[in-house]
């Protein structure tokens, strides 16, 4: 059964009132609007930054989470995608639905949201909605969903383990809970090269680009702050999922967990 609590078994950082804001320590219930002042800072050059900092791997790595939630030939099939930002991830489930399912974009930034509606319109995708919550907090009933996606959105709430709690809650039985997120690097020289680009070439893009570089340091820090792949997947289970697990891709520089509602 889900737990209660607002920590992980493994991982603390949100034990007592205060939590990380990158590598800063910040009071809890400070770290929302904190994040939030840096989504609205990059919403409008949030997609281009994304294909930039990543060389565009982002979008090979979340057609690999979309493959996973398997939304093909499942009339019906209502999906849940939190911190959903721009759209990015409803909009590959939706057309890998053959438009058939229903996807809820739900992010706590509605600047975000404001350029996901406006990407959706130019693209013609129907089968969307767009709802301005919480991660912690969804106003929806229970057993709602037959699949949750949250794609580099989990480090940025202040309370994961009440997040995941919540995904568990919405879920349906037999639904699947999918979370894309940065993680470890676990390969010698990768992970050399990795740091350096990460903390020089990233903020420096984000200057350039985006004309700021701090929200970009935050993400960068915010990677590092992130339990271990192991523990992560522990919370996970900690919530209520089945058979929770992850899978590294590109050498760890981003990991999938999976976890079913049984
Ligand atoms: C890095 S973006 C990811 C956007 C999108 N999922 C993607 O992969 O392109 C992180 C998103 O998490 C959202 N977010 C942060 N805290 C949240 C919370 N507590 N509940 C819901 N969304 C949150 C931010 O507003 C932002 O849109």
New binding site residues.
């Given amino acids: 059964m889900p737990q209660d609590t607002q920590t992980g078994p493994t991982f603390d950082r949100d034990a007592g009132d205060t939590t990380d804001f990158g590598f800063s320590a910040v009071p809890l219930a400070e770290k929302?609007a904190r994040?939030?002042d840096v989504?609205h800072k990059v919403a409008s050059r949030?997609?281009v930054m994304?294909d930039l900092m990543s060389a565009g791997l982002?979008r090979a790595w979340?057609d690999v989470l979309v493959g996973m939630a398997r939304p093909a030939g499942r009339p019906g099939f209502r999906h849940l995608?939190?911190?959903?930002?721009?759209g990015?991830?409803a909009f590959r489930i939706v057309e890998a639905s053959g438009g058939k399912a229903h996807v809820t974009v739900?992010?706590?930034?509605g600047d975000?949201l404001e350029v996901g509606r406006q990407r959706a319109e130019k693209r013609g995708l129907a089968g969307l909605d767009f709802v301005e919550?919480?991660?912690?907090a969804l106003p929806f009933p229970d057993k709602t969903f037959d699949a949750y996606t949250?794609?580099?959105?989990i480090r940025?709430?202040?309370r994961v383990q009440v997040?995941l709690n919540e995904a568990y809650r919405v879920l349906k039985r037999g639904g699947r809970f999918l979370c894309?997120e940065f993680s470890q690097v676990d390969v010698p020289g990768l992970d050399k090269f990795y740091e350096a680009y990460s903390f020089t070439a990233i903020p420096a893009i984000g200057k350039v680009v985006a004309g700021d570089g701090a929200p970009y340091r935050y993400?960068v820090e915010s990677i590092r702050k992130f339990p271990s792949a192991e523990d992560f997947r522990d919370m996970v289970a900690a919530a209520g999922f089945g058979r929770a697990s992850f899978t590294r891709l590109t050498g760890g520089v981003v990991a999938i967990h999976s976890g079913w509602k049984l």
Wanted: charged share 20%.
């Fill in positions: 929302q994040v939030d989504f949030y997609d994304n982002h979340k995608d939190v911190a959903g930002g721009t990015d991830v739900l992010d706590i930034n975000m919550a919480n991660a912690e949250i794609a580099f959105g940025n709430v202040p997040a894309l993400l």
